[in-house]
Nanobody
Framework: QVQVVESGGGLVQAGGSLTLSCAAS?????MGWYRQAPGKQRELVAT???????TYADSVKGRFTISRDNVKNTVYLQMNSLKPEDTGVYYC????????WGQGTQVTVSS
């Protein structure tokens, strides 16, 4: 089964930027980035098919960009204009959560 490892999180001030990476151990097809804020359910924030069709949650549209490198089996999430409400643990998985969840990467945005 494909495994994923997320990285790139950190502490950033509001208005700052971060780029997250999701390295998969095998070929991946449609992939997404999820986030889970403290005390809240995990939510899907961006998806991208292997053919480069992208979708975004309204809360991140215009600020986040999902991309992928199919040769490296890696998916990225460029996050700009970060807000405190973007704080949470970020995970990657298929849009229906078929892969075993990784550890995620913590993003903390200070006001």
């Amino acid at each position: 089964q494909v495994q994923v490892v997320e990285s790139g999180g950190g502490l950033v001030q509001a208005g700052g930027s971060l780029t997250l990476s999701c390295a998969a151990s095998g070929s991946i097809f449609s992939m997404g980035w999820y986030r889970q804020a403290p005390g809240k359910q995990r939510e899907l924030v961006a998806t991208m098919t292997r053919g480069a069709v992208r979708t975004y949650a309204d809360s991140v549209k215009g600020r986040f960009t999902i991309s992928r490198d199919n040769v490296k089996n890696t998916v990225y999430l460029q996050m700009n204009s970060l807000k405190p409400e973007d704080t949470g643990v970020y995970y990657c998985n298929t849009p229906t959560g078929l892969i075993r969840w990784g550890q995620g990467t913590q993003v903390t945005v200070s006001s």
